[in-house]
């Protein structure tokens, strides 16, 4: 596994060729892959008439990586945060980038059209063998560490405690094997939570501290 930071991208090789269940902009669904990216971007990047999609797909084909799972977000990709987790056999690990500028609180909704747009995208690499259901499961534990971190830094809006931001996305690679289970009261559980939990505190803190200096230069 590695992580190597070469902006406007991000790539996290995960080592092997994985099985890989997303919701991200690139190869969403459950697909097979090597590499997790993040392609940084500001708003002259997508003019509101573009497909953000095709432009995407259009930069991963230039950079030879159109097999890749891939993120958009306009959280400077240099602030990414690696964390990894080791439970009994299990060892996970979580790469997020966080930004919180259009965080919602769940079951609402702010007007964010004259605003900036954040986001929190998080990949986790399991090294433990895992079903399709198992899959599913695993990114249940990776969005409710995602959920309980962000609660963790408390970041006050008109509606309540944000929960995450309106264009979250979530990635989770392992390879495929026997394990049925990856709930909260496993260990595969346990190592995807306590790793993104982490990666996404720190990430947040690190947003806010930011935010807090730009507001006193």
Do not use: K
């Not at 079903?131 to 609660?151: G, K, L, S």
């Amino acid at each position: 596994m590695s992580v190597t930071l070469a902006q406007p991208w991000l790539d996290f090789d995960l080592g092997e060729e994985m099985q890989v269940l997303s919701f991200a902009p690139h190869r969403p669904g459950m697909v097979t892959a090597r590499r997790i990216l993040w392609r940084e971007v500001r708003n002259a990047d997508l003019p509101e008439e573009l497909d953000a999609r095709d432009w995407l797909a259009q930069e991963l084909a230039a950079r030879q990586a159109a097999d890749a799972v891939c993120f958009l977000t306009s959280r400077q990709i240099a602030t990414y945060v690696a964390c990894e987790a080791t439970c009994g056999d299990t060892r996970a690990m979580a790469v997020a980038t966080v930004g919180l500028s259009n965080a919602e609180r769940v079951g609402t909704r702010l007007d964010r059209s004259q605003q900036d747009w954040g986001t929190i995208n998080v990949a986790v690499r399991l090294d433990r063998g895992l079903t399709d259901t198992a899959m599913i499961e695993a990114i249940t534990i990776a969005a409710q560490a995602r959920t309980a971190a962000v609660i963790e830094a408390r970041h006050d809006l008109l509606t309540g405690w944000a929960t995450g931001t309106g264009t979250d996305c979530l990635a989770v690679a392992a390879p495929r094997g026997p394990a049925e289970y990856a709930g909260l009261h496993t260990e595969i559980g346990e190592a995807i939570g306590r790793a993104c939990h982490d990666a996404v505190l720190s990430g947040a803190r690190e947003w806010q501290a930011m935010r807090r200096a730009s507001r006193h230069a």
